[in-house]
């Protein structure tokens, strides 16, 4: 128990340390770029993260599930993982830039300097990873808070003593990283390209990155959406405020799922003990999330006063509605972290996929009639088909599905 607290509590540290410098660069990068520039290097960001898919290549979950306790299919391949993420995040990198310099992108530089940060961000990534893998969360949560230091440092010098420009602050960023992984606790090896020949390893891959994928569609498509659907800016604005305290509490919880992923997959291969487990962590999930929709439903205007002001009174109005997501979301957070311990990565990508459809149906139906609440309604009713897929899932003995 002594042991379960100081992984939990490191990482909860590291996850409010890095959350603090991110919101502190989103302020500083706002005032400092300018709303024009501001805007450019949000764009390149998006589309950058959305690329970073690939250049992860499905790896960082790969590597921690078998770093922890090894797949039959796996054994004897463990000293070669980490080389195989390196190897497919520099062909991936290799040809992003290659089509970047090729191809007439705007903002040339800003990308190829975003997709090298991100290619050195992956390999940070990887070294996390298999931190987590042995149990060393303390550890890595000491490598979290130095990546985020020394990255935030390298874009500060970029934009006070470069240029405030997009392509310097992630040449800065980049740097930083970069710098980080002279002194990463686990060595950096020579990158390997073998990787995907073998099937078990191309088809879990595969299905992180259809994962991956669907959370990123599912989680930016109502914004989008609401914005097309009723071209009401303020609407968008009350909605997306209201959705910060939905995203800042399912980012509390990264900690505690990382924890208990290790523990599920530890206890994989006896299938009652682990769903005992599963099931104890999936019911205390759900309880949480019925308070905090409780107390969020009771003080909602409280909530949003304090933190927003009194100009984002219709934001009082949706977050109850969004918070009802809650009870299913925070189980759904665990209940995947089984899925894939169970090496059920290709159900799961299905089920996310199925979901980020849902979700995005839901919005055009809701959002023409009912705005913001319909939005919200709609991630209520996709946490609730993915709560319904995920428990199926759990209780399937079947074989995976492949992805290849």
């Known amino acids: 128990m002594f042991r379960f607290s100081v992984n939990l509590t490191s990482q909860w540290a590291a996850t409010v340390f890095n959350a603090s410098v991110s919101i502190g660069l989103t302020f500083f990068l706002g005032r400092v770029l300018g709303p024009e520039a501001f805007g450019r290097y949000s764009y390149i960001l998006t ?7 690939l250049q992860a290549g499905g790896f960082r979950t790969f590597l921690f599930r078998e770093k922890t306790l090894p797949s039959p299919a796996m054994k004897g391949y463990g000293e070669d993982l980490f080389s195989w993420a390196l ?8 040809a992003g830039v290659l089509c970047t310099i090729l191809l007439p992108f705007q903002y040339r530089a800003g990308i190829i300097s975003a997709v090298l940060y991100f290619a050195l961000l992956a390999v940070a990534d990887f070294v996390s990873a298999v931190l987590r893998g042995d149990g060393k969360f303390p550890k890595e949560a000491q490598w979290q808070v130095l990546v985020r230091t020394l990255g935030a440092v390298g874009i500060l010098a970029a934009v006070l003593w470069v240029r405030p420009e997009p392509w310097a602050v992630f040449a800065g960023w980049a740097l930083g990283v970069g710098v980080c992984l002279f002194f990463s606790p686990v060595p950096v090896q020579k990158p390997a390209f073998g990787g995907f020949r073998l099937k078990d390893i191309r088809s879990a891959c595969l299905g992180f ?44 919880i990264f900690p505690l799922r990382l924890v208990w992923f290790r523990t599920l997959r530890l206890v994989w291969e006896d299938a009652a003990y682990f769903k005992r487990e599963l099931l104890k962590m999936v019911i205390g999930m759900f309880l949480t999330g019925c308070v905090l929709y409780g107390l969020g439903s009771v003080f909602n205007k409280e909530i949003v006063t304090v933190t927003f002001g009194v100009e984002y009174g ?11 997501a809650l009870p299913f979301a925070l189980p759904n957070a665990i209940l995947s972290q089984g899925v894939v311990a169970r090496n059920m990565e290709g159900y799961y990508a299905a089920a996310a996929g199925l979901a980020a459809l849902l979700n995005i149906v839901l919005n055009i139906v809701l959002i023409p009639q009912f705005w913001g609440m319909g939005a919200a309604w709609a991630t209520v009713g996709t946490e609730g088909f993915l709560m319904a897929a995920l428990f199926i899932m759990g209780r399937s003995r079947g074989r995976r599905p492949e992805i290849s």
Do not use: K
């Open 47 to 53: 589309l950058a993260s959305l690329f970073f898919i």
């Open 87 to 94: 190897g497919n995040t520099l062909v991936i990198t290799f």
């Open 209 to 252: 990155i259809a994962i991956d994928a669907a959370t990123v569609i599912y989680y930016r498509c109502d914004i989008i959406l609401l914005e097309y659907l009723t071209g009401n800016s303020s609407e968008v604005g009350y909605y997306s405020a209201a959705y910060r305290f939905l995203d800042g509490i399912l980012l509390m």
């Open 314 to 324: 219709d934001t009082a109005r949706l977050l109850p509605w969004l918070l009802l």
